[in-house]
């Protein structure tokens, strides 16, 4: 009964004019592959946006159950292109690689966020600690009791500071748009620094290319195709 219940609450969005406000996010795992066009379906009759999300996060506890649900790269990839097709009627193309999100000066070190998170984004939760990332709210700082520009400073320091040339992704030239980031990385490893196999073998399923192993030559093309 709770779909009805989703629907009914829903109804009454859209009777008080809201539909413009509303998007429906749909996180695609092997429960509900299958209703993908459904979901579409259902929202494009209502006037709703909807969006559409393969990756399923662990626990901030260190469990990882929640990743007992995703789909296979392989699956994920296909899925994107079924929503591509159902909304330009076209092919979709692979991406390339970070030919336009790499860091403007190639010569500097390795910053261990490539995102904007910590840079023009941050995350406050219920208690009022403020994070770059929702995803990976460590460290994290009190927002009522520090100057604005020192919290500001330490955690763009975070983000900013030189990934390790030892790090299993140092030196890989699809971190720019790769969906292994460190937040992810420290849920699936408890280190920032790690390296989450799951996303890391998505951003290769997505551009292409055989997944990365350990002890395999990194990926250190320009730009891929």
């Known amino acids: ?7 009914r609450g829903m109804d009454h969005l859209l009777a008080a004019g809201l539909a413009s406000l509303v998007t429906v996010k749909h996180p695609v795992s092997t429960l509900t592959a299958d209703h993908v066009d459904a979901i579409r ?8 946006r909807h969006k559409f999300a393969a990756e ?3 626990r901030h506890d260190g469990g990882q159950a929640p990743s007992l649900y995703r789909l296979e790269t392989r699956k994920v990839r296909e899925v994107k292109d079924v929503l591509h097709t159902a909304r330009t009627g076209g092919k979709r193309p692979l991406p390339m690689a970070e030919c336009a999100v790499s860091d403007p000066d190639p010569s500097a070190p390795e910053r261990l966020y490539q995102c904007l998170a910590g840079r023009t984004t941050l995350f406050v939760d219920a208690v009022g600690r403020a994070s770059h990332c929702v995803i990976d709210r460590e460290p994290s700082f009190p927002i009522l009791e520090m100057p604005w520009d020192e919290l500001w400073a330490q955690m763009r320091a975070w983000v900013d ?3 390790p040339a030892d790090a299993p992704c140092s030196g890989c030239s699809l971190r720019g748009g790769c969906n292994n980031c460190p937040a992810r990385a420290r849920l699936a490893t408890a280190s920032p620094f790690g390296r989450d196999q799951y996303h890391c073998d998505l951003t290769h399923e ?7 192993r350990a002890g395999a030559p990194r990926q250190l093309s320009a730009c891929v195709a």
């Not at 009964?1 to 629907?7: P, V």
């Not at 997505?206 to 990365?212: C, I, N, Q, S």
């Open 161 to 163: 500071q030189p990934l």
């Open 206 to 212: 997505e551009h292409g290319l055989p997944p990365a």
């Open 1 to 7: 009964g709770s779909f009805a219940r989703f629907e």
């Open 41 to 48: 379906n259902w929202s494009e009759v209502r006037g709703l």
């Open 56 to 58: 399923i996060e662990n």
